[in-house]
């Protein structure tokens, strides 16, 4: 308990301090289902009316395009998650296919570990980037939005926007969907774009501050690089399969061994350490090292105190990218009220009378909740069972 309490005080404090804030200011926030809180504060609706009214010209053409990548997208998670279900009775070992999203929190089983301050400010660029495009494209076909504000479902903090809902619910089949449509098409935007970001400002950094080797923060305890006596901060610059200068090239360098090979790294004194790979402990059949946190090193004189700073808002530009995908998509899922819920609910529309739409819908969104369910919560079941339990 008191290494856990060493290594996770800071987000321990962080959820207890957002829900004393969510207790305190409970009279502000208006509570749906008992569970989601809202609170309305009309941020950025003026600037969203003007400016999708403004160039509605330009707007809408790119809008009614994501439609086709919402459904392409839509049919991609449903592939994904039909997968995690065959994986679950083939595979039941093996990674998971949807992670929960909690910053700070590494969740059991999961190959994913959200960084708290990195991954918070990220989702906030996702969310306003997501939540404002909804609202252009509102805007843009003369719906305008009433309302934004900030959102909370338990300790977990988010955004919405709110266009005047009975227009929307009025307007054309394409409408809806390209209303529906625009956050996730925007996040796949933004995915592009963070991308470009991240390669390019990787291969700045390298130059700037003249990476020289990889360093790792910390060992896993009951892990090779453990065993192996790994130190921590120290620069490795080589392995037997050649120079390491940057993080790149120590992931390329792993993918040539399996569990049971020897792994040697070379620091930058000319010191060998041969760590001799395990399984992992959470994924079966993947080779397991312990670094962890590992980062370039650089050797620049003033990478000292700017590099920190530089890997800060690499992270950032990295967590950004991976979330606008996997929120993007998350929100294409056919389920309820989510993006990909309403443009399912207007195809059924078009081709049924509104009751029996609706009654499709709700049984097929009560289909992917369960298997969402199944698909988050059994491999974090396994995983701690597997750690209580010895058979």
């Not at 009279?27 to 749906?32: P, S, V």
């Not at 590099?307 to 992270?315: Q, S, V």
């Amino acid at each position: 308990m008191t290494g856990f309490w060493e290594q996770y005080w800071y987000v321990v404090l962080f959820y207890v301090g957002v829900i004393a804030l969510l207790f305190i200011f409970r009279k502000k926030f208006e509570f749906q289902g008992g569970i989601v809180a809202l609170l309305k504060t009309g941020w950025g609706v003026k600037w969203m009316n003007r400016f999708g009214a403004k160039y509605a010209r330009i707007i809408i053409p790119i809008a009614h395009f994501g439609i086709y990548v919402g459904y392409a997208g839509m049919l991609l998670i449903i592939g994904f998650i039909v997968y995690g279900l065959w994986q679950l009775i083939a595979e039941p070992a093996g990674p998971p296919v949807l992670t929960p999203f909690l910053p700070g929190v590494h969740i059991p089983g999961s190959p994913i570990a959200f960084p708290l301050f990195e991954s918070l400010i990220a989702l906030f660029i996702v969310i306003v980037v997501h939540e404002g495009a909804h609202g252009i494209v509102s805007a843009a076909h003369k719906i305008k939005v009433k309302s934004s504000g900030l959102l909370a479902l338990g300790p977990i903090f988010g955004a919405f926007v709110e266009p005047d809902e009975k227009r929307v619910l009025k307007a054309p089949g394409k409408v809806q969907n390209a209303i529906y449509a625009a956050g996730p098409w925007s996040n796949v935007i933004q995915a592009a774009l963070f991308l470009g970001l991240f390669v390019a400002f990787s291969a700045f950094l390298v130059v700037a501050l003249g990476a020289g080797g990889i360093t790792t923060q910390a060992i896993a305890d009951g892990s090779p690089a453990q065993a192996a006596q790994l130190p921590t901060g120290t620069p490795f610059v080589e392995s037997q399969f050649g120079e390491i200068e940057t993080v790149r090239d120590l992931t390329n360098h792993l993918q040539q061994v399996s569990i049971g090979d020897e792994f040697i790294l070379i620091t930058d004194a000319g010191q060998e350490y041969r760590i001799t790979l395990a399984e992992h402990p959470d994924q079966e059949g993947r080779a397991w090292v312990g670094m962890e946190n590992i980062r370039t090193h650089y050797t620049a004189p003033s990478a000292q105190w700017l590099a920190p700073i530089a890997m800060f808002i690499l992270e950032v530009i990295y967590w950004t990218f991976l979330l606008s995908l996997g929120l993007g998509l998350a929100n294409l899922i056919p389920l309820g009220p989510v993006d990909g819920g309403r443009m399912y609910l207007v195809v059924l529309q078009r081709f049924m009378e509104p009751k029996r739409a609706e009654y499709v819908w709700k049984k097929t969104a009560l289909l992917f909740l369960i298997a969402v369910v199944l698909l988050i919560f059994v491999p974090i079941i396994q995983n701690l069972a597997g750690r209580w339990f010895t058979f």
